[in-house]
């Protein structure tokens, strides 16, 4: 089997005072299959304990932390993901703190991604003639 990105499956999450909740977050997401993390913090008061919660993640190499401030930098840092790492991973998904990915059925969060990519696109709504 031919090795073609360093990761299958990368999130990216733009954090803000979230100490207390990214761990659970990470742990959940990593059982589940995802094995990249890309953390931006946007000017977190709790940066201290952000860094003592993501230490032993950023040590295994499964979280890449990055300082990001400023004001509306959540769609910036997205930005910043895919033009730093869209060939790092195969999939790169983008989520808030309270998002979590929830497959059905006992099926690999891998699987049920291939399946969605494969389905074909939704007819277009509202589409206008061209004559």
Not at 39 to 57: K, Q
Not at 62 to 83: K, R, T
Request: aromatic share 12%; charged share 30%.
């Amino acid at each position: 089997m031919q090795i073609l990105f360093e990761n299958e499956i990368a999130l990216v999450i733009c954090v803000k005072n979230e100490s207390p909740y990214i761990g659970e977050w990470l742990e959940y997401h990593h059982q589940i299959g995802v094995d990249k993390f890309y953390v931006y913090d946007n000017d977190s008061e709790d940066r201290s304990e952000l860094l003592r919660v993501l230490d032993p993640w950023i040590e295994s190499k499964i979280v890449e932390y990055v300082e990001f401030p400023g004001a509306i930098a959540q769609v910036a840092s997205y930005m910043d993901a895919v033009e730093k790492h869209r060939f790092d991973c195969r999939y790169m998904g983008f989520f808030d703190a309270d998002e979590f990915l929830v497959p059905k059925n006992n099926r690999s969060l891998i699987d049920v991604i291939d399946e969605i990519f494969k389905l074909p696109p939704p007819p277009e709504k509202n589409r206008r003639s061209r004559n």
